[in-house]
């Protein structure tokens, strides 16, 4: 399937502002992107360094405020009901723990840095989603 430019560049944007974002991190406060853990600490008291945390995770939904506000949000549709939500919530959160990070963590710092638990876990992430999608196809008969 080839994508259209002009559907391409969006995504293409998104992954060199992440990067960019990536890179100023580690390099002006020599921290991992990792949004598990950037969350884990800014929900700590005690923590020293809870600043930054915050301004980095109330920039996440404001870039996408920001997209909405310059090219029209997209239709929000849920197909999931709140409980099941909030059981995948929790799950993710306990994989984040045992697997020590997240999708952004290992996949874009991990991975920039050359670690093997990283690419392990990376690769860990993309199998488990694409028997996921699998398993829902083939019980919900989605082509």
Known sequence: MIIPMDHALPGFLGGLAIGAAATFLLAMLGRIAGVSGIL?????PSCSDRDWRLAFLVGLPLGAVAFAALE?????????????????????????????????????CGLARRSRRSLVATLTFIAVGMATVAVQRWLFGIA
């Open 40 to 44: 884990g600490q800014a929900l700590d």
């Open 72 to 108: 029209g949000a997209p239709p929000v549709q849920m197909v999931a009901r709140p409980p099941l939500l909030a059981a995948a919530g929790l799950l993710v959160g306990m994989g984040t723990r045992l697997g020590s990070g997240c999708t952004s963590g290992h996949g874009v």
